[in-house]
Structure formats: C-alpha cells, structure tokens
C-alpha cells in the first residue's frame, strides 16, 4: 500500500490531465475517451471501438434509460456525456481536472444535455456528493486514488439498493510480476512520469476492495486484446501526428510514444486489462439497516 495523500496523488496526476485538450485530441477517438475500446472485427475503427464499449458498460450496469450516474474520474466526458445524450441519464461526473471540467461543460451545451450533466471538481476521495444513484463508473481512475478500498465504501454508500457499479482497470497479472515489475524504469515512466501516480495493483487485490466495500461481484471481463490493439491505434496516431503534438505540447511526443510503446509491451506478460461489474445487494459494512 502506497503511503502518499489522496490530495498528493490529485495533484501529482492533474500534471497529465491538465494538458490541453487538442493534444488528447490528435490520438485518442472523437469522444476524447481515454480507455479501451471493444473491437467486435478486424474492420473496426477507433471511433466505433469506443462507441462500442460504451454500449459495453451500460449493459453491465443494467441501464434501459434515464437512471442517475455517478461517473467517478470521468475524463473529458466521453462517458458521462454518452450516457446522457443515449440513455437520458442524469449524470454526475466527477474530475480533479478544471480543464476537463470545463471542456465537457462546453460539451454538454453543445450536445443539448446540460441538464442532465452535473460536474464536480477535485478529488473523490474530498468532495461531497449528495443523493442517491443507480449506478457507479470508475474507467481507469481507480489506479489513481490511493485509498481504493476508502473509495469503494464511498461509492457504495451513494448507491441505491441493488445499484450497480462498474470498474475497469489495467493490473499486474499476479504478485509476482507486481514485485518484479513495479519498480522497473519503464514502468515508474508510465506511472510517475507520465501519469504523477498511478498505483498499478494485481486484479486480486481490486477484487479485495471491492468486497472489502461490500459489493458483490457479479462480472469479470478480460479486455486485454482490445486495449492493446487501441493503444496501437492510438501510438499510430502519435507517429504520424508528432509535428502537432509539439506544436500544442513541447517536449511531450516522445515521452507519449515511450508511455504508449512500454504500456503495450507487457500486456499479457506483465499485465491484463480487467472490466468489473458488481452490485450493491445486501448492507454494506458501514451502513445500518
């Protein structure tokens, strides 16, 4: 267990989601979705990848339209908005990004759902969110928040009975790649370097904290495959794009394609990408009756 704050590990990783949108622009989907996508063929691009796996979560979530939605780490939106505009959800999505933030203000304006996107600024570990949801996302943030198990407790207790949660998170695939990996040069890159903290764990102990939280775990999911195919498009994208890479981020292309190169290096060797669907079905460890 890593023994940095959770205001430490806000601040260390808004040095990577602080950067200006047009430069997650030039190699991530439309949608700015910063997370695997589902390739369903060998003819599937990018954009549809995306679009497919947020159909993906909303079946692992159960949703059939206009549930509330708490989406904790939420990006640039991609999927905060989606659920908004495709499954009239009411959806909180939470950043400790204020670029972010006001990005998918702009956005939700733009797409005609304002009223049903709420944002909340900082970290989830700090803020107060109020009300009761059907649903919790957490896509790739978790590896950011050092208190996980805290963070779990948390959500579940803004659920609704028989609410749904789903997380996705790359992991080490066991203990002992985790020891022998972790601190490697190649991989501080990623998690230090890059990202000012992400606390890479095996899928054991993600599925500890979400017992330990008292969800029941009802899916698991190896994406594996797909995200190395769309860390591929997304490195592609880089190398053919790294005159604007420098043009809106001086200095950060090769950094990017180092991060990108070395993040697809280990999967299946080092590490797997897990999707997670669990429910809120029985009373949490914290909650009476």
Known sequence: MTSITPQEAYQATNQHYELPAELFGIYLDQRLKYSSGLYTDEHTDLDQAQTNKLHFVARQLGLTGGERLL??????????LFMAREYGCRVTGVTPSRPQSEYIRAQAEKLGVADLVTLELGSFADIEVTGRFHAVTLLGSIVHMPNRTAVLRKAYGLLGQGGSMYLSESCFRDHAAYEEFSRRPGTKHVTEGIFGFADMVPLSVLVEAVESAGFSLTGLTDLTAHYHRTIEEWERRVEASRDRVEMVAPGM?????????????GWGYTTKHYALSALKSRMGPTEAP
């Open 71 to 80: 989406d904790i780490g939420c990006g640039w939106g991609s999927l905060t």
């Open 253 to 265: 292309s090769e950094p990017l394609v180092r991060y990108l190169r070395t993040a697809n290096a």
